[in-house]
C-alpha cells in the first residue's frame, strides 16, 4: 500500500473550517483514500473514502486532487470535540483485501 | 451504525500471567478481524489478521506464539497475551471487516483494551 505523508499537527479556530493535507504520491490506480481518526484513548472512528471524485458526507469533505497525488480532508465547522489525531491511509478497495496502516496522522487541535 | 466491542476494556495483571481481550462485531459478521497494538504517543501498529476458522496472519516482528489469536466464530476474535511483561503494556484495538458487503465503509474500529502489566 501506498504511503502518505501528513503534517504533524495543526491548529484551527473553533467554527472555522479545518482543512488537512495529505500527500500520496505513489498511490496506485486502485488505491482509495481513507480518512480516521482518533480521540485520545479511543479506537479510531472513519471520517470518509474517496477513489477520483470529490466526496462529501455528514462529517466532512474530501478533495482529491485530479492526479489523485494528494487530497485534503475539510471539516466545515470544527468544534472542539473534533480535537483529535487525523489519518490519512491509502489502500485497495474492500473486494481486494488490504490493510488498514496507519501512519503518524495530524494532530489537530481546536482551539476556542 | 456497525459496532465493535472489545472486553474488557481496560486490564492489570503479573508479569508472567496470561491475559485474554475478546473482540466481538454485533450487528454484523466479520470474517476477518485485525489486531493493532499502539503505544504512548505513537500511532496505531497492526499486528495480525484473523480469518475466522483459520490461522492469523502475523505482522513481520510479532511473535505468534506470544499473541495468540482465535477467530472461532463470525463475529468473535480473541487475543491472548502469554506470559505477559511490562513491555507488553499498551493499548490493544481490534477491528472488524463487515463481510457483507454492504455499508459506505467496511472496516470498524473497537473502543480498545488498555492492559497494564505489573
Known amino acids: 500500500d501506498a504511503k502518505t505523508t501528513q503534517p504533524p499537527s495543526m491548529d484551527c479556530a473553533e467554527g472555522r473550517a479545518a482543512n488537512l493535507p495529505c500527500n500520496h504520491s505513489t498511490i496506485s490506480g486502485n488505491e482509495y483514500v481513507y480518512w480516521y481518526r482518533q480521540i485520545h484513548s479511543q479506537g479510531p472512528q472513519y471520517i470518509i473514502h474517496?477513489?477520483?471524485n470529490n466526496e462529501t458526507n455528514e462529517m466532512a469533505s474530501l478533495i482529491i486532487t485530479e492526479d489523485r497525488k494528494s487530497s485534503t480532508l475539510i471539516l466545515p465547522h470544527a468544534t472542539l470535540r473534533d480535537t483529535a489525531v487525523y489519518y490519512c491511509i491509502v489502500r485497495v478497495g474492500r473486494n481486494q483485501g488490504g490493510k488498514l496502516i496507519f501512519g503518524q496522522g495530524t494532530e489537530l487541535s481546536v482551539k476556542p | 451504525g456497525a459496532v465493535v466491542s472489545q472486553h474488557p476494556s481496560w486490564v492489570i495483571c503479573k508479569s508472567g500471567t496470561s491475559v485474554k481481550i475478546e473482540c466481538r462485531s454485533l450487528?454484523?459478521?466479520?470474517?476477518?478481524m485485525f489486531w493493532y497494538r499502539q503505544f504512548p504517543k505513537q500511532s496505531l501498529m497492526l499486528m495480525a489478521t484473523s480469518n475466522e476458522g483459520s490461522k492469523a496472519t502475523y505482522e513481520q516482528g510479532v511473535e505468534k506464539d506470544k499473541f495468540l489469536i482465535n477467530h472461532a466464530s463470525l463475529t468473535l476474535s480473541t487475543l491472548t497475551v502469554t506470559s505477559a511483561h511490562p513491555e507488553d503494556s499498551s493499548f490493544y484495538i481490534c477491528?472488524?471487516?463487515?463481510?457483507?458487503?454492504?455499508?459506505?465503509?467496511?472496516?470498524?474500529f473497537g473502543p480498545g483494551t488498555r492492559l497494564t502489566v505489573t
Open positions: 474517496g477513489l477520483k
Open positions: 477491528s472488524a471487516r463487515d463481510s457483507s458487503g454492504r455499508g459506505a465503509y467496511e472496516q470498524y
Open positions: 450487528d454484523f459478521q466479520a470474517t476477518t
